[in-house]
């Protein structure tokens, strides 16, 4: 099945466009964890175990797991191995990019090895740069137009002649697309983009970070984000999901944060 | 001691600008490699002690190493390890870039768990996902500007506001390069870009992809790149080395190779 398919199908399943970010961070981890022999997998499994019914997909920051050292990329082939028993999909939040060789070949180590279902990717090295991800027809990539961090504005939103960059980069993804299989990243922080970036493309799927901690509304995100069906989002909370407490209840507190978060887009829907 | 004094010491003391691009492909490799117990290793370690006397520094390409798995890690840890040995600096070629806080763990991963000397890293995010890497002031990155791919010209050329976006990066790092740690990536395919970028930044370090099999000429590189001291440029060949034969003469050739190259450039200096 395609990952836009699969994705979809689970975000009805669960009524949810709620994506669980798993930026593992051990010094915001409760302490509990640390006698675990594997803290990374016990966290993030608790963490998967708590929302699996309430979730479209989940995404790990690839960061986090290589700050870690080798164990913590173990760790992550785990859980995505984990995950995947559950039929969710996995989006690593990778954001890979280089010339054409190269690139395929971080697209079989993020598809093949790990067996992740859709990836990030970075435009700014062109249209070689990008197309070896997307020649994995049942895999996805979401590629970056505008970010949602304060330095997003420094290079994707110059003009370039006559258009923003971030535009730019949504026309020629647009061009890219044969396949289907490419989406799109748009910062939550940033609303008016956001509603650009939707009207220049009602039909494809958004990744939509900066929700919470990073200060992105609930209401404008939706509004802004969402296709005319409802879908073609994926509404990322990290921090404010899985750091929601440290203490012995962390995967109760995750539960709770994922309800409300997943009852406030859907009020806005 | 810094990064770009530590590559500059190797380069005057080998004579040489040239650095080997370590892209592992065990598909290109020799035969006789593979009846050793790390092939990955045993490849690049035969490369590196045939060029050790040639070469301003090494610079493998992560891409690669990930396409092979956990297993491609754990070799290219002894590999930087090993070249540690030798006093000569490593940049890792990894491309990576995210928001402040992500940021900070791909600089983790990549400066203290591995112990690269430097790093490629992408602008596209802007500021705050640039400087996390630069506040590691013994270490160095490079960041892209002007790539040697055919896509590179797909937005890095685009006009953005009076000038190219490749070269509204370059005033950028020249803002964020407080510590003197920043270097910028521009392909040896494209010299007359490569020669306003040096005008642009006189005294900044260069490494310079896309000579051999990517079609940019050693004369044009090292007219339009070098510095006025005929430093500042790291001048890298992969494939064009390290596969120079895939018979059992690989190292052989490898140094054959690498010498031809160092000589060559040395003639335009």
Redesign the interface.
Known sequence: MKFFEKLEEMQKKNNSLVCVGL?IDLAKTPEIIKREDDPVFFFNKAIIDATKDLVGCYKP?M??Y??I??DG??SL?KIVDYIHTLNIPVII?A??????N??A??A??MFE?FGFDAMTV?????????TPFLEYQDKGIFV?AR??????????S????GMP?YQ??VE?VKEWNANKNAGLVVGATVPDELKTVREMVPDMTFLIPGIGAQGGGVESTIKNGVRKDSFGAVINSSRGIIFASNGEDFAEAARKATIELRDEINKYR
């Open positions: 930026d920051q960061a986090f290589e700050a050292g080798l990329l173990e082939k939040d954001k890979r990019n280089d010339i054409g190269t690139a070949a971080y079989k180590a090895n970075n435009p700014y090295m062109g249209g070689d740069s990008v970056l970010t949602s961090n304060p330095g997003g504005a420094d290079f994707q110059l003009d370039c002649e960059l730019r980069v020629k």
